[in-house]
């Protein structure tokens, strides 16, 4: 049957801790972060099986801090200021399950994950700099907040390439962090394609795509939807297939968001809602072969 799936934070800040405390810019907010969690969890616990502390902290820093599209607005640090908020984000997350596990998890039964939001990266050849590039690409998106969650730091490709630029976990906070969820909660709806970036063709030092060192392309045969993303179920199985390879959820993976934005022009086109139909079919037909494939242990 249906239940509830309970996020505790989409990107709703209460504004006295963005103008007294610098919001995900502070350690202070993920403290704050852990007592509303707390409050939230002897409140509505008993009937809630299934939380989500945070939803996509990668979009919410990358437009809050470094594009100034959403709240708070800040573009000043680009290539600075998105680190270090989804940094405290994944602090929060992980107070806020060690808060969960030792005193709620046992008495009501529930689990608890952080909404990590991903679309596919194909190489657009099979030359070697594009296949690393679409690993690069997947490592600096995905691997930014699922390798500190399951392996306690972030990729070294990351690492290598921000230097002092990336904050640094204590060993205390990345024995915290690793296997702090119960399930990988995803979230997908597009694929690019990638290429290596040339180095004629630099972006700007101040934009905050520059340090991933790819050029994105539009997915070969694939449709758009009213946002501009490509529509490309293979997408899907390729990302499952990933993650279950690099982290091996213990919970599985469960696909918390999905879906086909569309500007239906009459209300039989909506009632009858073809096209969200056959998204919906393709790609759980896609999710079905990666479940397949891996309980088998093969691979197309």
């Excluded at 690793?178 to 040339?198: E, G, I, K």
């Excluded at 501009?228 to 690099?246: C, E, H, M, N, T």
Aim: aromatic residues 12%; contains cysteine.
């Amino acid at each position: 049957g249906i239940h509830p799936v309970v996020t505790l934070y989409h990107w709703d800040l209460p504004l006295p801790l963005q103008l007294e405390r610098d919001g995900w810019l502070s350690l202070q907010t993920a403290s704050a972060f852990v007592a509303y969690a707390n409050l939230c969890f002897e409140r509505f616990g008993p009937k809630v099986r299934h939380w989500i502390t945070i939803n996509e902290p990668a979009v919410h820093a990358v437009y809050g801090y470094g594009r100034g599209e959403h709240a708070p607005g800040r573009a000043v640090a680009p290539t600075k200021e998105p680190y270090l908020a989804v940094h405290h984000m994944l602090l929060a997350h992980a107070y806020t399950v060690a808060r969960y596990r030792r005193s709620f998890a046992k008495s009501q039964q529930g689990l608890i994950s952080i909404a990590l939001n991903s679309d596919w990266r194909e190489p657009l050849s099979s030359s070697t700099a594009d296949i690393y590039a679409a690993q690069r690409s997947m490592e600096f998106n995905l691997g930014w907040l699922a390798d500190p969650l399951y392996f306690g730091d972030y990729p070294p490709s990351m690492r290598e390439t921000l230097g002092a630029r990336l904050p640094a976990f204590t060993p205390e906070q990345s024995r915290l962090l690793r296997n702090s969820t119960d399930f990988f909660a995803l979230q997908h709806y597009s694929t690019l394609m990638v290429s290596a970036r040339p180095a004629s063709q630099p972006l700007s030092e101040d934009s905050f795509y520059k340090d991933e060192g790819v050029q994105w392309h539009p997915t070969i045969g694939a449709s758009k939807n009213m946002l501009g993303w490509d529509v490309a179920p293979f997408g899907i199985y390729k990302l499952a297939r990933w993650v279950s390879q690099r982290y091996a959820p213990a919970g599985g993976i469960v696909v918390t968001e999905s879906g086909l934005p569309l500007d239906e022009k009459t209300a039989e086109e909506a009632r009858r809602d073809v096209a969200r139909v056959c998204y919906i079919k393709q790609y759980t037909q896609q999710l079905s072969r990666a479940m397949a494939e891996a309980k088998s242990g093969s691979a197309a």
